[in-house]
């Protein structure tokens, strides 16, 4: 774990320093609901820290925890609604980033479960800018399409009103197609809710006969967590605002991820807390694959066994199939309850 630490005033530094802060971008000039975003203009010493970057271990899959858009309004004086405002804003920003370092999969966490308990009028108002933030995403289509983005919606969506529902599954049909990078929303989600999904999954598969008991293994489970179409689990975890604990997201998927605090709210984060948690990540690439290796290897003799018994293999072959057609069905169901 890498929590970002202030410069010190005097002597060697013990280890990581706190990035400088970012003054390149005037606010006023960017495109604040967009979420596909261009043109970001970088200074020349983050150009350089950009190229310096792409020598080292390419990061392919980032995982945000946006903490502390409500502390965000409060030390400046505006409405909490103001604060979730200013963070839906900082993704675009942030997307944009993470395409110029060659980050092809990111996924944020937008709303937990957990935000429910929060007072009537905080959730009302996150969930009518969710709206509003999902449709926009339809306006962008064709950028989506430019760029190849598939986004995904992750969570319990039965927990959203019919409308946010449809919503996000529009955005999802209408990505489904995609390949070159990915947009994971979690909204609605937490990892104990994921898994209890999983598990769920895994039962009425062997009630009906799909699968036997001994076909339910760990990395079975990986195929039917909400983020099954991932290419792979999150190379690196950002927290923002300081806070030093994950917060039920994706626990089961970071076995293996390198994870970095920032001490600065969410709608403060800047281009260069993203590179200096990229640096970390690769300072501490080595000792992670190690672990990804040994996993690696379990999966493999796992492939074996699955191959030498082609029952079992046409039983995982079919299982995939039913995970995927439960989630159309879903979505299906979605949209026709809007109509």
């Known amino acids: 774990l890498q929590q970002s630490q202030p410069l010190p005033t005097a002597g060697p530094s013990p280890g990581p320093a706190e990035p400088p802060q970012d003054t390149s971008q005037d606010s006023a000039a960017i495109p604040e609901d967009e979420w596909i975003r261009t043109g970001a203009q970088y200074t020349a010493m983050q150009r350089l820290s950009m190229t310096m970057l792409g020598q080292g271990p390419l990061?392919?899959?980032l995982a945000i925890i946006m903490d502390g858009n409500r502390r965000f309004a409060r030390c400046h004086g505006l409405q909490k609604s103001q604060g979730h405002l200013r963070?839906?804003?900082k993704v675009g920003e942030v997307l944009e980033w993470c395409r110029d370092l060659g980050i092809n999969e990111v996924t944020v966490y937008a709303f937990s479960i957990e935000n429910f308990n929060r007072s009537a009028e905080e959730v009302a108002g996150l969930l009518r800018l969710a709206r509003q933030k999902f449709d926009r995403l339809l306006q962008e289509l064709d950028r989506l399409r430019a760029y190849g983005v598939c986004v995904r919606v992750l969570g319990n969506l039965q927990l959203l009103p019919a409308d946010l529902r449809a919503a996000a599954a529009r955005v999802m049909q209408a990505t489904s197609s995609h390949s070159k990078a990915r947009l994971n929303v979690c909204f609605?989600?937490?990892s104990r809710d994921d898994m209890a999904h999983a598990v769920s999954l895994a039962g009425q598969a062997v009630r009906s006969g799909l699968l036997l008991p001994d076909d339910v293994t760990p990395r079975l489970l990986d195929r039917c967590a909400r983020t099954y179409l991932s290419p792979g689990p999150?190379?690196?975890?950002?927290?923002?605002?300081g806070e030093t604990r994950l917060s039920d997201f994706l626990l089961w998927q970071t076995q293996f991820t390198c994870v970095h605090f920032v001490n600065a709210m969410w709608p403060d984060f800047s281009v260069w807390h993203l590179m200096w948690a990229v640096f970390n990540y690769q300072r501490n690439y080595a000792t992670m694959q190690s672990g990804l290796a040994a996993l690696a290897a379990e999966e493999a003799d796992d492939d074996d066994e699955t191959q030498s018994d082609p029952q079992r293999?046409?039983?995982?072959?079919a299982?995939?199939?039913?995970?995927?057609d439960q989630e159309d069905a879903e979505l299906r169901r979605y949209l026709a309850a809007e109509t």
Do not use: C, E, M
Request: glycine residues 4%; without cysteine.
């Open 87 to 89: 963070g839906f804003q």
């Open 234 to 241: 999150p190379d690196l975890l950002i927290r923002t605002s």
């Open 319 to 324: 299982f995939d199939k039913f995970v995927h």
């Open 59 to 61: 990061l392919n899959h």
């Open 313 to 317: 293999h046409q039983r995982l072959q």
């Open 188 to 190: 609605a989600y937490t």
